[in-house]
């Protein structure tokens, strides 16, 4: 069974810092995070390949950082400095054989 089961969702103050986690199942590579606040569509935060590479939107340079475990089959997302624009549902994204599966979603809310 497929399975991106994400973690790490919290209330912060502006300025701090989460973790989250996906932690993927059967055989789906988790890829990145998109987010999706309220009345947005969903966008992406950062993507990181099997080999490590790694992309991120123009908004969290600098402050977020994607890592991969590749033995655990869990990727991380390091978010530092947060802000209230970065509000939103975070969604955890993997592939198999071309196929999007997506967490749950993870709700991270920053308040000033």
């Known amino acids: 069974q497929v399975q991106l089961v994400e973690s790490g969702s919290g209330l912060v103050q502006a300025g701090g810092s989460l973790r989250l986690s996906c932690a993927a199942s059967?055989?789906?590579?988790?890829m990145g995070w998109y987010r999706q606040g309220p009345g947005n569509q969903r966008t992406l935060v950062a993507g990181?390949?099997?080999?490590?590479?790694?992309n991120y939107a123009d908004s969290v340079k600098g402050r977020f950082t994607i890592s991969r475990d590749n033995a655990q089959n869990t990727v991380y997302l390091q978010m530092n400095s947060l802000s209230a624009d970065d509000t939103a549902l975070y969604y955890c994204?993997?592939?198999?054989?071309?196929?999007?599966?997506w967490g749950q979603g993870t709700q991270v809310t920053v308040y000033s």
């Open positions: 059967g055989r789906v590579v988790p």
């Open positions: 990181i390949t099997s080999g490590g590479s790694t």
């Open positions: 994204h993997g592939q198999f054989w071309g196929i999007n599966y």
